[in-house]
């Protein structure tokens, strides 16, 4: 048994519309990366993948109770899903710096983040992003800022998103 994935699934399926499904029961009884991998990609066709050390990964449009459903499931570290932006949720003036970055965004109507499970009422976002587009050169200092949220069991942001700066040396 892998023990990373032991680590993440140590939720439940219980008030998700996983509960009571044969393929949770199934993943449970045999906690392996082969196991993850086949009954995600098997219930799922291909919208959230299994990846490494009990991390999903969304490909496809998937439902709030889907993803709900999974982290509930898979409750420790970070999962990166695709979640909808407004142009309402943003109301700190750092974005004025950030301009580009958060129209890019708002074009496209979804950050791809990380989500967490933090209560059966509470799943944060965090999302790095950063000012220039050349972030590969380790040489080039720059400011990055990372934007949180946190969401209720139905799928609703709490307030909206804080900013928080980062400095990278």
Same mark, same amino acid.
């Given at each position: 048994m892998n023990r990373e994935l032991r680590y993440a699934l140590q939720g439940t399926a219980r008030h998700t519309i996983f509960e009571g499904e044969t393929w949770v029961s199934d993943l449970l009884a045999d906690l392996t990366e082969e196991n993850a991998r086949h009954q &995600?990609?098997?219930?799922?066709?291909?919208?959230?993948? $299994?990846t490494w050390f009990g991390? =999903?990964?969304?490909? %496809?449009?998937?439902? /709030?109770? +889907?993803? $709900?459903? =999974?982290?509930?499931?898979?409750?420790? %570290?970070?999962?990166?899903m695709y979640m909808p932006i407004h142009k309402k949720q943003f109301r700190d003036p750092i974005w004025d710096n $950030?301009?580009? +970055?958060?129209?890019?965004?708002? @074009?496209? %109507?979804? !950050? =791809?983040?990380?989500?967490? /499970? &933090?209560? +059966?009422? *509470? &799943? +944060? =976002?965090n999302k790095c992003i950063r000012k $220039?587009?050349?972030c590969d050169n380790e040489e080039y200092d720059e400011l990055e800022i990372r934007m949180k949220g946190f969401y209720n069991r139905? %799928?609703?942001? @709490?307030?909206?998103?804080? &900013? *928080?700066? !980062?400095e990278i040396y």
């Open positions: &995600i990609s098997q219930r799922f066709d291909d919208r959230f993948s $299994y991390i =999903l990964f969304q490909r %496809g449009r998937a439902s /709030w109770a +889907e993803k $709900y459903g =999974l982290l509930s499931l898979f409750n420790k %570290g970070s999962h990166f $950030y301009l580009p +970055e958060r129209l890019k965004m708002l @074009k496209k %109507g979804h !950050v =791809l983040a990380e989500l967490s /499970w &933090i209560s +059966e009422d *509470e &799943i +944060e =976002l $220039y587009t050349d139905h %799928g609703h942001l @709490k307030a909206p998103f804080t &900013i *928080e700066k !980062v």
